[in-house]
């Protein structure tokens, strides 16, 4: 039996001592044998001893470490120095693995008016984690061409999370890399192994390209810039930078695009093409546009109809004005015109979006604007002109 001396009374005479405990605390106690007509003994001396410390230990110290693949590191601890009645930092400490045990720090726990050191030490591992693994950590990468990127995981070994740093893997042709997970499956979680899988042909509808990156071209006199763009390899978007070329008299370069078609995203290939050798003849010969109406004057504003509906009764038509236009991001198309989206009023809003029209010779497309007429809104449709 182990006993926490709090008080300690100490006798310089002869004495037989009795240790007398209680909870939480016990002393010694000398009593004097000696004659009765011995002189009186001299006073006991008390001397105080605190075993156990009444004070929380201070915060642990940051410590900081490298992974050394094979051990576990021990953290570091406060001790408590009873004699000198202080705390102590105990440094951490690398122990070699053991297999199928995981390590429990020590920890110091309150008790009563007291805090008590509970021991670390090797326990059984669980063979499945039933807590979620930590977020993964960053891990900042340079493209590399020729190679993907498998990112790095948390992997359960002996009761812990050990963290597995990514790797390269070569590209391999028609094939792209599918990244493994952790799934929860009933009370624990379980890593399902990503692998290599069939790469599609095309990008599907629910992929689109990303952004193109900005870029900031540097030509000289007789060069083009050729912008970069997205390419789809493998299964994924690579970023292809743009660059120089020698210009071509007479063309000039039309960019590619990226079109839906058949369930998928299309990439047209951009290309030199004919500027135009002449201008394009002013409208009307040269000559003074013709009056609006010909020779004729001007129909009435709203028709046969009396103003303010047209041919819209009162009530046919939107009350509230429609939402604003949804933004559509486009790229120039050679020969085409983009015919914007617009709402429609089918007993609530609905969005019809925009479309490519073929370019007319020598007419332009105008889009078509909602108008109000009355406490009604009314759609006037666009056109060429």
């Not at 061409?145 to 995981?153: E, H, K, L, Q, T």
């Not at 236009?325 to 617009?342: D, H, I, L, N, S």
Request: aromatic share 14%.
């Amino acid at each position: 039996m182990r006993f926490h001396l709090h008080r300690l009374l100490v006798s310089t005479s002869l004495a037989a001592v009795t240790v007398l405990g209680s909870a939480g605390s016990s002393f010694a106690q000398v009593r004097d044998h000696r004659h009765n007509d011995a002189p009186p003994p001299t006073p006991p001396v008390t001397v105080e001893v605190e075993v156990a410390p009444r004070v929380a230990p201070p915060p642990p110290r940051e410590e900081r470490r490298e992974v050394r693949p094979g051990f576990v590191w021990i953290s570091g601890r406060w001790d408590w120095r009873r004699r000198e009645r202080r705390w102590e930092w105990i440094p951490g400490r690398w122990e070699r693995e053991r297999r199928g045990q995981r390590w429990r720090d020590a920890r110091w726990e309150q008790r009563g008016d007291s805090w008590v050191l509970v021991d670390g030490g090797w326990l059984q591992a669980e063979l499945r984690p039933t807590a979620a693994p930590p977020p993964p950590r960053e891990e900042r990468v340079e493209t590399r061409a020729g190679f993907v990127w498998v990112r790095g995981r948390w992997d359960w070994r002996d009761g812990n999370w050990a963290w597995l740093a990514g790797h390269w893997e070569r590209e391999r042709p028609s094939q792209r890399w599918s990244e493994g997970r952790w799934e929860l499956r009933g009370d624990h979680w379980e890593w399902i192994e990503g692998g290599w899988m069939e790469a599609p042909k095309f990008p599907p509808l629910d992929q689109p390209p990303p952004p193109p990156r900005p870029e900031t071209p540097n030509v000289e006199p007789g060069q083009v810039w050729i912008p970069g763009f997205w390419r789809w390899v493998n299964g994924q978007y690579a970023w292809e930078p743009g660059h120089r070329a020698r210009a071509v008299p007479g063309q000039h370069w039309q960019a590619g695009f990226w079109s839906q078609r058949d369930g998928h995203w299309i990439w047209a290939n951009g290309g030199f093409v004919a500027d135009e050798m002449r201008p394009p003849p002013p409208p009307y010969g040269g000559n003074p546009p013709p009056p609006p109406y010909g020779n004729n004057p001007p129909p009435p504003p709203y028709g046969n109809n009396p103003p303010p509906y047209g041919n819209n009764p009162p009530g046919s038509g939107p009350s509230s004005p429609p939402p604003p236009p949804r933004e559509e991001r486009v790229e120039t198309r050679a020969g085409f015109v983009w015919v914007r989206g617009r709402w429609d009023w089918r007993g609530k809003w609905e969005w019809i979006p925009g479309h490519w029209e073929r370019q007319r010779a020598r007419l332009t497309w105008y889009d078509g604007r909602w108008e109000q007429r009355g406490n009604v809104w009314i759609y006037v449709e666009g056109g060429w002109r």
